[in-house]
C-alpha cells in the first residue's frame, strides 16, 4: 500500500466547528493559536479549600516597618495588594507588637493543645487499684462476719462481750 500525505487546511479565526471537531482541536473553537504539546498546562482543578498561610515574627516586622515606611496616601494600599495581605492583619501586628508580646508575633499552632504525661499518674493508678482490691476484701470479711454472727444467734451460743466494746454500739 502507498501512504498519501494529507495537507492541513488553513484555517480563519472565523471557522465554525463541524460535528468531527473535538475538544482535543483547538480549531474547534475557532482558536488559531498553536497547541505546543511539549509544554504542561496547570492543573484546572481549583483545590477545596485554600491552605492557611503562617508569617514569621520576621516578616510581621519587616512588614511593619515596610508600612511605617509609607507617607504617600496609596503607598500602604499598595504594599498591602502587593502582599496580598488585609489591614487587619498590620492593625493586630501593632498591638502584638505593641504590648510586647514575642510570642505572639510567632505563629501559633492550630488546635489541641499538647497535654503533658503527669509523672504520678502510673503510681496512682497502682495505688487505687490496690484500694480497690483491699475494699472488697473488706467487704467480704464484712460479710463472713455478719454470718458468723447469725449462725451464733441461731445455735444460741453467746458472743463474747470483747468484740461490741471495740465495734459499733
Known amino acids: 500500500m502507498k501512504t498519501i500525505a494529507m495537507k492541513q487546511p488553513k484555517i480563519s479565526r472565523h471557522t465554525v466547528p463541524t460535528e468531527g471537531d473535538s475538544e482535543e482541536n483547538p480549531t474547534a473553537t475557532g482558536d488559531n493559536t498553536p497547541v505546543d504539546s511539549g509544554?504542561?498546562?496547570p492543573?484546572?482543578?481549583v483545590p477545596e479549600q485554600k491552605p492557611r498561610r503562617n508569617f514569621t515574627a520576621g516578616y510581621k516586622l519587616r512588614i511593619l516597618q515596610q508600612a511605617e515606611a509609607c507617607v504617600v496616601p496609596g503607598q500602604i494600599g499598595q504594599l498591602l495588594r502587593r502582599e496580598?495581605?488585609?489591614?487587619?492583619?498590620?492593625?493586630?501586628?501593632?498591638?502584638q507588637r505593641d504590648q510586647g508580646l514575642l510570642h505572639a508575633m510567632s505563629p501559633k499552632k492550630r488546635g489541641r493543645k499538647h497535654k503533658e504525661n503527669n509523672p504520678l499518674a502510673p503510681r496512682v493508678a497502682q495505688l487505687e487499684k490496690e484500694n480497690q482490691r483491699l475494699e472488697q476484701?473488706?467487704?467480704?470479711?464484712?460479710?463472713?462476719?455478719?454470718?458468723?454472727?447469725?449462725?451464733?444467734?441461731?445455735?444460741g451460743i453467746a458472743q463474747s462481750l470483747d468484740e461490741n466494746k471495740g465495734g459499733d454500739s
Open 137 to 155: 476484701k473488706l467487704k467480704r470479711a464484712e460479710l463472713i462476719i455478719d454470718a458468723q454472727k447469725k449462725i451464733s444467734e441461731i445455735l
Open 39 to 41: 509544554r504542561a498546562h
Open 84 to 95: 496580598g495581605l488585609y489591614s487587619s492583619n498590620l492593625t493586630t501586628w501593632r498591638k
Open 43 to 45: 492543573d484546572p482543578e
